[in-house]
């Protein structure tokens, strides 16, 4: 014999029940389920190497007190050099109030932009500036900032400026970026 339940008895709950759309779920199964979810992002995040963004040679970490290597192409008015060694520009005003907000001074190596890359990519350098723009054709070697201010062109063209860290040191990209968006990039 079948003995049907009334419509509105089917959405009683007895006990520790939560109703939902596709039925009824213990809200201790709820609990275990958020338990294991919770663990099973413990695991991956231990996995990965610990807490994210990832900083895999340290870069962040060393420049703190220590000293900010920085590649710098000239590229006026982003980046000039000087015969004395001497540098100035927009970006090297950036770098340098970055550098401070992590209390190190900062040593630039000029060049041009292909040797500052394979520099870079070698682990010799920790930031490139020179005009660097999004649509950059060292992408492949190394990590470019988002956007943190658009030049037009005289051309009337706009280019997006980006600067350089090496591949993998996200943490050191995380932070550099967000020093340019707080700083208001270059104005």
Known sequence: MHVRRNPVERGRTRGPLETTGRGVVSVAHSVVLTVVVAVL?????????GPLPKDTDGSLGRIT??????????????TEVYDDGRVAGREIDLVTGFAESYAAD???TPGAESELVM????GDLDVVVGGLTSDS????????????????????DTEKMVMATPLGENA?????????????GAS
């Not at 992002?41 to 190497?49: N, T």
């Not at 007190?65 to 982003?78: A, F, H, K």
């Not at 070697?141 to 009337?156: M, N, S």
């Not at 050191?172 to 208001?184: D, F, H, I, R, W």
């Open 119 to 122: 520099a870079m990519a070698r």
């Open 41 to 49: 992002v413990a695991v991956l995040g231990a996995a990965c190497g």
């Open 137 to 156: 054709p060292w992408e492949k070697e190394i990590a470019l900032t988002r956007p943190y201010t658009d030049e037009v062109t005289p051309d009337g």
């Open 65 to 78: 007190d220590g000293v900010l290597r920085v590649g710098v192409s000239e590229n006026p008015p982003w």
């Open 172 to 184: 050191l990209l995380v932070a550099l970026e967000t020093y340019l968006a707080e700083s208001g």
């Open 106 to 108: 900062v040593e630039w």
